[in-house]
């Protein structure tokens, strides 16, 4: 199991290299050390203790460019919290999420690469344990087509 973060990391030679601290749920956990490091293909791996002396594995997903939090070591703790929060977005934020869109996979899967409700995470900014419930329905602006929070689109600019 693993829990998507909001980690800020030094960009060093490669981007991202190390990460310094990480947020979940509106907490930031300061990074004092990294023990350890790895690679698997397509991710980085590090073994963080944070300043408060708990430990953490934290992975970088390279394609992607995207971290979460693993399971393992004091991790499992931060887990098993309870209670994914449910956002409910009015017509406002709605329609500041669409005006991020381009298009989307439906019109243009080669270029559509972002969930939507990772838009709607930046639109919020809400990071952390969030779902969201859509109270209108989207459409792309270039095919017409609803979009739900999993539909992968297209960000503009
Ligand atoms: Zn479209």
Known sequence: MSLPIYVDAYSGYKANE???QFELDDVLYEIAVVEDQWHSPGAMFFKVRTTDGKRYILRYDERADEWSLQSG?????LLARPGIELVTLDAESIRKAQACIESCEQCHPDDADIPFDWVLVEVTGKHGRFDFMLTDT???PNCKKPITEKTLVNFRG
């Open 73 to 77: 070591l004091d991790g499992d703790e």
């Open 18 to 20: 190390r990460p310094r």
């Open 138 to 140: 989207v459409r792309c």
